[in-house]
């Protein structure tokens, strides 16, 4: 779409500009990245590098003054990263996550989202002043205000008072980084108050007008739409995502398709092309459409809440027309360094944001890869009936296969899963996305005057939409249609783009030597001949001659024009046959740096569920243990930080989930990962529940979950073995005899050895359990041990440490939990014994990593 309305301006008019922008956007992103790497030394080579670069060009005569700005560039990008980077001289007096501080606010409002229970306000130019302490104010660039009603309109300066509080920092591998994430789009904190007063009324009426509009169309929407499909409509075009349902979300995600429910810029230049036609079909003039073209686009960009992908649209579709405006060709490469250098400056850290780098990766896919790869896979054909047809179907696959091998890392970095498919599913549902957008346009704005004209106008986009849940549901119905590969390093990232550079510049360098050697040809055999006509004249033969002489030049002119093609055809074959042969190693070559993973080692990581207990094991043989998996503090545990850590560690299969007993802070996470379809394309093998006479509802209830999963069930008691050869994992309790009192006692206890290393997983285990193991002579002394029930004093006692001696004690348990775990009195029986402790807590995730021999323990929170 976007491309079409380029089409449309620079045939209008046409001059061709340069690129310097684009430099300006790779220096300002190489001052971002150091300055969020915190590299101080390679800041100082680059500069020194710098500097003398200009002493050389100054001292021969060659300096330009752009050397110079992307020096400045550079230190400018460095600098601004820095200081968003700096703590607040707020947040020293927040203690941590869980409690804040009483303070009072003056900021303006910002946007105002409808949420289920409560009202969302973002504030921005934030005054923070601290309650207890009025003397000690910051400014906060900005601060989620969470209220149960409001009085305020958007632009409005308001006075708050209330709780503030920091968002939660990352805990484990592969959840998500809600500091991080806000940090990037300028909030720093979240805050439960109230608006006490409206200090300054907005002056501009345009804002409130535009909320006012949007909030009418969503009503409009909600009238004459159902849920699902009224949800869609609002993320589509209003770019409001929170009435959409998780299932649709989820399944758009999983095929690969999730940008088609955001704002970007197929959205904008649709919008903007169709105003801009209809007003010169109207017979408006070029610079008044222009005018209103992009006032309506940026009034649409407020209304869509002004994301990332928005932003960047609009100021590629500013560009398109300020370069018609100006009588300039239309540079998509520089309209794309213009956008990222704007947004960046903004906010340093967006550089982070996945959003920003799925949507600028998929340009660059565009403008840099997809050309390359087109000119590799398309050749005209001699029968030109279906060259446009063969050229459109060639063209979009190389687009779509392009913006994925663009966008790939990211994908993985963050997500961690392949759609496979979605190459495919992205050629067969884009091109339908501009109707989806017309009728869904249509329909809500005929729907806020007419709810039966809304209902039929938005008909189209119904049906197209239900076709698009069809597709998505049938292909992930195909073998293999998601597979989940983990989080790439850094390092593979980096290696990764540095062969996707090299491959694209070495297709262009062959393509570019083609085209010179063309023209070279072709004023070679000009100048032979013009040489020859001017042989003929010189010597002045008659007619008859001069014709047979003609006769056999020409004759040896198709000889030698045969020839010299023939040599340019070959040589030209052995290029593309060059091409193709680098293209075939080096792509698989970079999807497999990208999704390769190494398991030597035995690995073993407590997951930071709060309240409850998940730990994953992996053998050297990549088999895969979980032993319990739930959460009393965590909603959704198993969704939003199991699941997400087996996926990052690339788990596709766990061999073994270990169930020590039913208690919901053990299990729940594991009935919701059995409770979803597909078990969130995670394939389970076994489970190992323990043998007990007595079960529960619950136990039962479980039982049946897992059979109806087709999945296997083992049963263990004291004296069971289960796994592979080089980890023998042994049951040690419950034992048949054993007459437990609660769900506790029962709880599985599994010794874990591997060459010299032992490890004890006790679940919930008490004196008891304890007591029985000791009783039967089945404990020795352990590396490792998995502090029962969370730390609670009644277990792990002092008689039960004496014989293990753990060297390492990990204890997993909620901040500010209601039982005071870990128990002071625990921590001391611990230490007696000289273990080195780690709590979840204040490590976060607890990795352990060992040969068979050392042991390396790794805090996921480097610091308190």
């Avoid at 700096?86 to 989202?113: F, R």
């Avoid at 992205?426 to 009728?439: E, G, R, T, W, Y």
């Avoid at 023939?566 to 593309?576: G, P, Q, R």
């Avoid at 919701?672 to 079960?695: H, Q, R, T």
Wanted: net charge neutral; proline share 3%; aromatic share 10%.
């Amino acid at each position: 779409m976007l491309i079409l309305f380029i089409k449309t301006i620079n045939n209008e008019r046409v001059k061709r500009i340069k690129r310097p922008l684009t430099g300006v956007a790779i220096v300002y992103i190489l001052g971002d990245i150091c300055a969020m790497a915190d590299i101080q030394m390679i800041t100082v080579i680059i500069s020194a590098s710098v500097l003398a670069w200009l002493f050389i060009n100054v001292f021969q005569k060659k300096f330009k003054p752009i050397y110079l700005s992307l020096l400045l560039v550079f230190f400018m990008a460095y600098s601004l990263t820095k200081q968003q980077l700096e703590p607040n001289l707020i947040s020293s007096y927040i203690t941590d996550e869980t409690s804040g501080v009483s303070v009072s606010i003056i900021g303006i409002v910002d946007k105002i989202q409808e949420k289920e229970t409560y009202k969302q306000i973002y504030l921005r130019q934030n005054t923070i002043t601290l309650s207890q302490n009025p003397k000690i104010s910051s400014y906060s660039s900005g601060v989620i205000l969470n209220v149960d009603e409001y009085i305020c309109d958007i632009g409005d300066t308001v006075r708050v008072t209330g709780n503030l509080k920091e968002f939660p920092s990352l805990r484990n591998t592969g959840g998500f980084d809600s500091k991080l994430y806000y940090k990037t789009i300028n909030m720093e904190y979240k805050c439960t108050g109230n608006i006490v007063e409206i200090i300054q009324k907005n002056e501009n009426e345009i804002l409130p007008i535009l909320n006012n509009f949007k909030n009418r169309l969503k009503i409009s929407y909600g009238t004459i739409a159902d849920e699902k499909d009224s949800g869609l409509y609002d993320s589509i075009v209003l770019g409001d995502n929170e009435g959409m349902l998780e299932g649709i979300s989820d399944l758009y995600k999983d095929n690969g398709i999730a940008h088609l429910l955001a704002i970007s810029g197929m959205q904008i230049s649709m919008i903007g092309m169709l105003l801009y036609k209809l007003l010169r079909k109207a017979g408006i003039r070029f610079v008044p459409c222009a005018i209103v073209s992009l006032a309506i686009v940026i009034c649409y960009g407020i209304i869509t809440g002004n994301g990332v992908s928005t932003i960047r649209a609009i100021i590629m579709f500013v560009a398109v027309v300020g370069a018609g405006v100006c009588g300039r060709t239309y540079d998509m490469l520089t309209a794309t360094s213009m956008a990222a250098v704007a947004i960046l400056i903004q906010s340093p850290t967006m550089f982070l944001n996945c959003g920003f780098l799925l949507s600028f990766g998929a340009i660059l896919g565009m403008i840099v890869i997809a050309p390359a790869i087109n000119s590799i896979v398309y050749t005209p054909n001699k029968d030109k009936k279906y060259n446009g047809i063969i050229k459109f179907l060639v063209y979009s696959a190389s687009m779509s296969f392009s913006i994925n091998l663009a966008t790939l890392p990211v994908i993985l970095y963050f997500y961690f899963q392949i759609p496979i498919y979605s190459v495919l599913i992205n050629i067969i549902l884009i091109p339908l996305m501009a109707f989806v957008m017309l009728s869904a346009c249509c329909g809500g704005l005929l729907g806020v005057v007419n709810r039966v004209a809304g209902v039929f106008f938005i008909g189209m986009a119904h049906y197209i939409l239900n076709f698009y849940e069809v597709v998505c549901i049938w292909f992930l119905k195909l073998p293999y249609s998601i597979v989940i590969v983990g989080q790439p390093s850094i390092v593979q990232i980096i290696i990764y783009y540095l062969i996707l550079i090299l491959l694209i510049a070495y297709i262009n360098y062959i393509k570019k030597s083609q085209g010179e050697n063309i023209t070279q040809d072709e004023a070679n055999t000009r100048a032979d001949a013009n040489a020859q006509d001017k042989t003929k004249k010189q010597d002045g033969i008659n007619i008859l001659g001069e014709t047979k002489i003609q006769d056999v030049n020409k004759s040896k002119d198709v000889n030698k024009s045969k020839v010299v093609n023939k040599s340019k055809v070959e040589n030209k074959t052995k290029s593309e046959k060059k091409i193709n042969w680098w293209v075939m190693l080096l792509i698989p070559t970079m999807i497999l740096i990208i999704c390769y993973k190494s398991f030597e080692e035995l690995e073993i990581n407590m997951i930071d569920v709060g309240q409850g207990d998940s730990i994953f094991v992996r053998t050297p043989q990549n088999t895969t243990y979980l032993f319990d998996g739930g959460s009393s503090d965590v909603k959704n545990v198993g969704k939003y930080r199991i699941v997400p850590f087996l996926k990052a560690s690339g788990v596709r299969t766990l061999d073994y989930i270990v169930v020590s007993h039913m208690d919901s802070d053990h299990i729940n996470g594991i009935v919701e990962m059995l409770s979803d379809a597909d078990c969130f394309y995670i394939n389970i093998k076994n489970i190992v529940l323990p043998k007990i006479k007595e079960k529960d509802q619950v136990y039962i209830g479980l039982e049946e979950t897992i059979k109806n999963k087709g999945i296997h069930i083992i049963y263990v008691s004291a004296g069971d073995e289960f796994g592979d050869e080089s980890v023998i994992m042994k049951c040690l309790h419950p034992s048949q005899t054993f007459a437990y009192t609660s769900q506790n006692g029962y709880s599985t206890t599994v010794s874990l050895n591997y060459k010299n290393f032992d490890m004890l997983f006790t679940g919930d285990l008490e004196t008891d359990g304890e007591d029985a193991m000791m009783d039967e002579k089945m404990l020795k002394d352990y590396d490792v041990l998995k502090v029962a029930h969370h730390g609670s004093m009644y277990s792990s006692q002092q008689t039960f440490l004496d014989i293990i001696k753990p060297e390492i004690a990990i204890i997993s348990c909620g901040i500010k939990n209601g039982y005071g775990h870990p128990h002071p009195e625990l921590i001391n029986r611990l230490r007696s014994h000289n273990s080195q402790i780690y709590i979840t807590t204040e490590c976060g995730e607890i990795t352990l990593k060992t040969d068979g021999f050392r042991i390396g323990v790794e805090r996921f929170l480097k610091t308190n």
